[in-house]
C-alpha cells in the first residue's frame, strides 16, 4: 500500500513557476514509477510527466516542466516554469509498481487527493 500526499499548489501569474511535491509512504520508493496528470474542469484527467527508469513528459509541458524524485525522502516534484492559463488544473500524483511509465490513468493503483494550480493572465 502506498500513500500519496501532493502540496504546492497556489494561485500564480502566468510566466510564473511553481514546485509541486508528492511525498509518498512505503519502503520500496524506488521500484514504483511516479506519475503527475492533471484535470482541468470539464476535461479528461491527462498525463503530465512521469518518472520510472526514465523520465517522460507530455509534448504540452515539454521544457517547461521538470520532474524529479529523491528517493531518499520518497518524494517527486514538479517543476513548472513558464505557466500558462491553460495549465490551470488540479494536479494529481500517482503510483505503479515498475519502472515502465505509462501514460494512461487505469495504469495506477494509488493516488493522491490532488493539488489545485490555478494561473491567470
Known amino acids: 500500500q502506498v500513500q500519496l500526499v501532493e502540496s504546492g499548489g497556489g494561485l500564480v501569474q502566468a510566466g510564473g513557476s511553481l514546485r509541486l511535491s508528492c511525498a509518498a509512504s512505503?519502503?520500496?520508493?524506488?521500484?514504483?514509477?511516479i506519475g503527475w496528470f492533471r484535470q482541468a474542469l470539464g476535461k479528461e484527467r491527462e498525463f503530465v510527466a512521469g518518472?520510472?527508469?526514465?523520465?517522460s513528459y507530455a509534448d504540452s509541458v515539454k521544457g517547461r516542466f521538470t520532474i524529479s524524485r529523491d528517493n531518499a525522502k520518497n518524494t517527486v516534484y514538479l517543476q513548472m516554469n513558464s505557466l500558462k492559463p491553460e495549465d490551470t488544473a488540479v494536479y494529481y500524483c500517482?503510483?505503479?509498481?515498475?519502472?515502465?511509465?505509462?501514460?494512461?490513468?487505469?495504469?495506477?493503483?494509488?493516488w493522491g487527493q490532488g493539488t489545485q494550480v490555478t494561473v491567470s493572465s
Open positions: 512505503g519502503r520500496t520508493f524506488s521500484t514504483y514509477t
Open positions: 500517482a503510483a505503479k509498481r515498475g519502472l515502465i511509465i505509462f501514460t494512461t490513468a487505469r495504469s495506477y493503483d494509488y
Open positions: 518518472t520510472g527508469g526514465i523520465t
